[in-house]
């Protein structure tokens, strides 16, 4: 997208490398969850997703290793692990299916604002801290309540814990969609950017 910040063009940096390992995660995770129901192991999946979610933004602005990839890929791995991991749980009965129709529905609407985004010069948006709290609350969200899913004492706090975060990861994620929304019909409505 013109305008945003870039340090490098580099395809191959750690921050980069970090992003590509969290998508071939993806696969492995609905595997752990579908097949086997290897829920213990489909939750260190997950649980490395989101620490390499963080530490690769991290490193990235730390390093001074900001590329126009990573802006790109990092929202898709974002949002490709939390499709997943809607999809996984919801055939597993874990989570109901009104809440992916609410997620999903949210993502589709975005989606829908690429191409009025296109008509000016954008391939994208950049990614506020709103969004970022979003994915942050619902990447956790999906591990507690995977956690949650027995009937002991400690599932129970996981349970209540990641509904929590879900609850309010989803009310921040349509938030954020509304700000992405009004920020795309601000650029649409400006003059066209030429490169």
Known sequence: MPGLPYDTDRVFTLPNVL???RLLGVPLFLWL???PHADGWAFV????GGATDFLDGYLARSWH????IGQMLDPVADRTYIAATLLGLALRDIIPWWLVGILVARDVCMALLIPLLRTRGYTSLPVHFLGKMATFFLLYAFPAILLGAGSSTLDSVFRVAGWAFAIWGTALYWWAGLLYARQAISLVSSPRVTS
């Open 33 to 35: 969850i579908l097949v």
């Open 45 to 48: 999946v997950l649980a490395i």
């Open 65 to 68: 290793q900001i590329s126009r």
């Open 19 to 21: 992003t590509f390992v």
